[in-house]
C-alpha cells in the first residue's frame, strides 16, 4: 500500500473517532493529549541522528564534486523568494478580502512569549560540539556542526575515507530505522488528527474565525494547486509538475495536522529521495534548510492575523507605512522561527502585537484559541514550499533521477 494511503485512512479514522467516540471527560482528554505527545515523540525519535550523519555525508559529496556553493545559492534564494511571495500573498489577499472582525474578550495573560535571538546564536556553537546533538526541536546546531564535519572531511579525502565510510553505512542504517518510523506514524496519526478535529470542531460551533480559516484554505489551495507547479512549469521546464504534488500528500498530511516542522521533516525527506528522485548529496541538505528558514507559510498566516487583529480593534484605512511594517516585521521573523517547529507563527503574532503598540499590545489575545489551525495552515504552506524548492534544487544542480509516478512511495 502506498503510503500516502497508510496516511489518509489513519485521517479518515481520526475524523471518525472525534466526531462519534469523542473523549466525554477530562481523563479521556488527557489520555488522548499523552498518546498524541507520545505519537510526536515517536515520530521525531531517529531524526536527530538520521540528520547528523546525512548531512555530514552529504556534505562531503557537495564539496567534493564542487556542487556546495551552487547547491546554497538555488536553496536560499528560493528560501528568500518564496518568503516575500507568501508575504506579498498574504497581505494582499487579507487587505482585500478579511473583513471579519472578531469579538474582543476579556482575556488578560502575564505569560507573554518571546523571542531571544543572541540565545539562538550561541546554540549554534555550545561549548562541546556533541551539544548540538542534545537538541531536538532546533535542528540548526546539528546541521552546523554535521556540514562542518563533511566540508573538513573533503579536505583531505584519504585520511578521512574510513570515517566517512563509517558515517555512510550509519547514516544508511538511520535512515532506515527513520523510514520504519514514519511507516508506523500512520497509525499514530489517528490520535493526531482525532484531537486536531475536536479543537476544530469547538471553533467551528464558535464561528469566531470561520472567515479567516476559509481565506488560508482558499490561499492554500491556490499556492499548492496553482503557484508552485506552475513554477516548475516555467522556471524547470517540468513537464509534469503536479508529480511533486503528489509526493507531497503525505507529509501534507502531517504538517497540516500536527502543525510540526520538525514532525513531517523525515517523510519530505524520505520522498524527496524515493519518490522524487533527488540525490542524497542534495536531498539531505535542502530539506532541513527549507525546514529551519523557509518559514514563509508562517509569515503569510502572520500577516493575514495581524491585519484580521487591526480591523477587529477599528475600521479605520490601513496606512501603507503600517501595511510595510507588518510585511517586513513577518517577513524578518519567519527567519528566526527554526527552535520553534510547531507554535512558530503564534510566537511571531505575539511579538508583532507587542512591538506595535498603541494599544494592540494584548491583540494576539484574540486568536489564541485558533493559534492551533493557525499554526496547521502555517505548516501546511511551509512543506509544499520545502518539497516544491528541494525539487527545484535538485533540477537546477542535475541530481534528480527522474522516477515513474507509478514507483513513488
Known amino acids: 500500500m502506498k503510503v500516502w494511503l497508510k496516511y489518509i485512512l489513519g485521517i479518515a479514522l481520526g475524523v471518525a473517532f472525534a466526531i462519534i467516540l469523542p473523549p466525554q471527560s477530562e481523563q479521556a482528554r488527557a489520555a488522548l493529549d499523552f498518546v498524541t505527545d507520545l505519537v510526536i515523540r515517536f515520530g521525531r525519535y531517529a531524526l536527530v541522528p538520521m540528520l547528523f550523519f546525512s548531512i555530514a555525508t552529504a556534505c562531503f559529496k557537495l564539496r567534493d564534486e564542487k556542487l556546495m556553493l551552487k547547491t546554497g545559492l538555488w536553496t536560499f534564494a528560493l528560501i528568500i ?72 572531511a573533503a579536505d583531505d579525502q584519504a585520511a578521512s575515507r574510513n570515517a566517512m565510510a563509517l558515517f555512510t553505512s550509519l547514516g544508511k542504517v538511520c535512515y532506515n530505522v527513520m523510514s520504519f518510523f514514519t511507516e508506523i506514524l500512520s497509525v499514530g496519526m489517528i490520535a493526531i488528527v482525532c484531537r486536531w478535529t475536536l479543537v476544530f470542531i469547538a ?114 484605512k490601513i496606512e501603507r507605512e503600517t501595511i510595510m511594517w507588518i510585511g517586513t516585521s513577518a517577513f524578518l521573523l519567519s527567519f528566526l522561527l527554526g527552535e520553534h517547529p510547531t507554535e512558530g507563527p503564534f510566537l511571531a503574532l505575539t511579538i508583532m502585537c507587542m512591538n506595535y503598540g498603541n494599544g494592540f499590545e494584548a491583540g494576539f489575545l484574540l486568536l489564541r484559541d ?38 513513488f512511495i
Not at 476559509?214 to 499556492?223: D, G
Not at 540525490?279 to 532541513?288: F, I, K, L, S
Open 81 to 152: 523568494l518564496s518568503s516575500l511571495f507568501l508575504v506579498a500573498l498574504g497581505l494582499g489577499a487579507a487587505l482585500l478580502f478579511c473583513k471579519q472582525q472578531i469579538p474582543m474578550g476579556i482575556e488578560q495573560t502575564n505569560d507573554i512569549p518571546t523571542l531571544d535571538v543572541p540565545a539562538l546564536l550561541v546554540k549554534l556553537f555550545p561549548y562541546s560540539g556533541f551539544s548540538s546533538l542534545l537538541n531536538d526541536s532546533y535542528l540548526l546546531p546539528c546541521f552546523v556542526f554535521a556540514g562542518f564535519i563533511g566540508a573538513g
Open 203 to 316: 471553533l467551528h460551533r464558535l464561528g469566531t474565525y470561520a472567515e479567516l480559516f476559509r481565506l488560508l484554505a482558499i490561499l492554500l489551495a491556490i499556492v499548492g494547486v496553482v503557484v508552485y507547479p506552475l513554477i516548475l512549469r516555467i522556471l524547470c521546464h517540468e513537464h509534469h509538475p503536479f508529480r511533486v504534488l503528489y509526493a507531497s500528500i503525505a507529509p501534507f498530511c502531517i504538517a497540516f495536522f500536527s502543525a510540526d516542522s520538525n514532525l513531517v521533516l523525515p517523510l519530505a525527506t524520505r520522498h524527496g529521495k524515493e519518490s522524487l528522485g533527488i540525490r542524497h548529496r542534495v536531498n539531505a541538505v535542502t530539506y532541513p534548510l527549507f525546514s529551519i528558514f523557509a518559514r514563509g507559510g508562517a509569515a503569510l498566516v502572520v500577516c493575514v492575523c495581524f491585519i484580521a487583529i487591526l480591523r477587529s480593534y477599528s475600521l479605520l
Open 370 to 407: 485558533a493559534a492551533p489551525i493557525l499554526c496547521s495552515f502555517a505548516a501546511a504552506f511551509d512543506v509544499l514550499t520545502a518539497m516544491t524548492g528541494s525539487y527545484i534544487v535538485g533540477l537546477k544542480t542535475h541530481t534528480v533521477k527522474r522516477q515513474e509516478i507509478a514507483k
